[in-house]
């Protein structure tokens, strides 16, 4: 079994729409919680980053994190076609893990006009 | 100014030779990373450096090995080159204290034929 799930996709969504993409984690040593924008034939780009439980809000997104149950989330309001992209979520223990950090499989997003 | 650079952005070769990928940032960081992202974009660490000296190779062939002439470098050559090598390597860099933040390279897409 993987350390971390993530929600395969792909999700296809209308102009506007509330996205929710999501993962699990098995290993409860994880600390930062984050998540990574890819678009095509580009290198992932960090959005945003949670450490431990809780929400964090920046614009548009939402990230939030569940150490109960082992959940993570991010939510896009008012999606737009320039939200089209994978989106991978990571995790890393921190110093503990020498920084590692382990990534979830990406969950492709389409945003329609 | 480019934050993480590397070099080629393509690469196509046969089977059998040996090629070198190289890295750069400029963003002051002291770890490096390298990544391999399938084509199924599962992003796997291979391993990272800090301040130069390694810290995580993670079960990689001994066909792979990095080199970091100094903190701002971080290269990657690879002997023997085999089919299940093609891929996308990613350079990444980040400081050491927050190394869950990590900064991407465009990526190298390698095809070995």
């Known amino acids: 079994q993987k350390e971390v799930e993530q929600d395969p996709g792909p999700l296809s969504v209308p102009e506007g729409a509330i996205v929710s993409l999501n993962c699990t984690y098995s290993?409860?040593?994880?600390?930062?919680f984050m998540w990574y924008r890819q678009y095509s034939r580009k290198g992932p780009e960090l959005l945003m980053y949670t450490y431990s439980s809780g929400n964090k809000e920046d614009g548009r997104f939402t990230a939030q994190v569940d150490k109960s149950s082992k959940y993570i989330s991010l939510f896009i309001r008012d999606s737009q076609p320039s939200d089209s992209a994978t989106y991978l979520c990571?995790?890393?223990?921190?110093?503990?893990?020498?920084?590692?950090?382990?990534f979830g499989d990406g969950t492709t997003l389409t945003v329609k006009p | 100014d480019t934050a993480v650079s590397q070099t080629p952005k393509y690469l196509v070769t046969q089977m059998g030779n040996d090629k070198s990928i190289k890295c750069e940032q400029n963003?002051?960081?002291?770890?490096m990373y390298w990544y391999k992202q399938d084509s199924k974009k599962f992003l796997k660490i291979m391993f990272s450096y800090n301040n130069k000296e390694l810290i995580i190779n993670e079960t990689v062939p001994n066909r792979f090995s990095p080199k970091s002439p100094d903190k701002a470098h971080l290269n990657l050559h690879i002997n023997s080159l085999e089919l299940g090598d093609s891929a996308v390597y990613f350079c990444a860099s980040s400081h050491w204290d927050r190394n869950n933040e990590q900064f991407f390279g465009p990526g190298t897409r390698l095809t070995v034929l």
């Open positions: 990571a995790m890393s223990a921190g110093y503990t893990n020498a920084g590692k950090s382990t």
């Open positions: 963003l002051g960081h002291d770890t």
């Open positions: 290993n409860s040593a994880f600390q930062y």
